[in-house]
């Protein structure tokens, strides 16, 4: 297989996840060669045996001729963030490349957009459209004829109900759950644990509040209910 090579802009633990992934997958047809960060972040030269560059000096090591990229970066500022450093560095003239894991469950009709992510056992059904710069973690779920807009984080265990659309820059919590045939709009913020069936309006939030701390103690929990 010839493997084309990338640079992964990041070093925290998005990086390092999309990293370890690239790196078990055998079917990969992706090869780091070397990790890109800011000059403001830039306080050691080697991560996992590769080097690390500073953004200013990409070009003239890795240029856009030699080397495409991925940015690895989290959720910031709803997904702004790493929508802007993708957007910089298409200007400097790199192809973004997107990543989905050989274990994920991808049918030939799905449609995947740039510097998309998706990792183990993702299931993304028939005729569904992800957007450019998503990121979707081990275990979702995103159904038949499904859009998920540009710059979203999809969490793990999370499930997106067949002929739904995700707008832009949204957040959907671990194991959350949309129903078929909403329309979530731009820049929400969906908890974890949190059940969406109906329309949501740009700029939302949904939380649900945490499970309340029970009145006896956890040794006479276990005394009281016979674990032991």
Not at 109 to 124: F, K, P, R
Not at 180 to 196: D, E, P, S, T, Y
């Amino acid at each position: 297989m010839n493997k084309q090579d990338i640079v992964i802009f990041g070093i925290g633990k998005v990086a390092e996840i999309l990293f370890n992934s690239i790196v078990d997958d055998k079917q990969s047809n992706l090869n780091p060669v070397a990790f890109c960060v800011d000059r403001e972040f830039y306080h050691e030269t080697v991560k996992f045996d590769l080097p690390i560059v500073a953004t200013d000096e990409i070009e003239k090591i890795y240029s856009p001729q030699k080397c495409k990229l991925i940015v690895a970066m989290g959720y910031h500022k709803l997904n702004v963030a790493r929508a802007e450093k993708c957007a910089e560095f298409m200007e400097k003239g790199y192809q973004l490349v997107s990543y989905v894991n050989s274990l994920a469950d991808i049918p030939s009709t799905a449609e995947i957009g740039e510097n998309t992510i998706i990792l183990n056992n993702v299931s993304v059904g028939a005729y569904a459209k992800v957007g450019d710069n998503v990121c979707i973690y081990p275990n979702a779920t995103v159904s038949h004829h499904t859009v998920i807009g540009d710059n979203v984080w999809i969490t793990s265990g999370t499930t997106v109900g067949g002929n739904t659309i995700i707008g832009k820059n949204c957040f959907l919590g671990i194991n959350s759950t949309l129903g078929h045939n909403i329309k979530v709009g731009h820049n929400n913020f969906i908890g974890a644990g949190a059940i969406i069936t109906k329309d949501t309006e740009d700029d939302s939030v949904y939380i649900l509040p945490d499970t309340p701390k029970y009145r006896l103690d956890a040794k006479r929990f276990i005394k009281l209910f016979q674990f032991e």
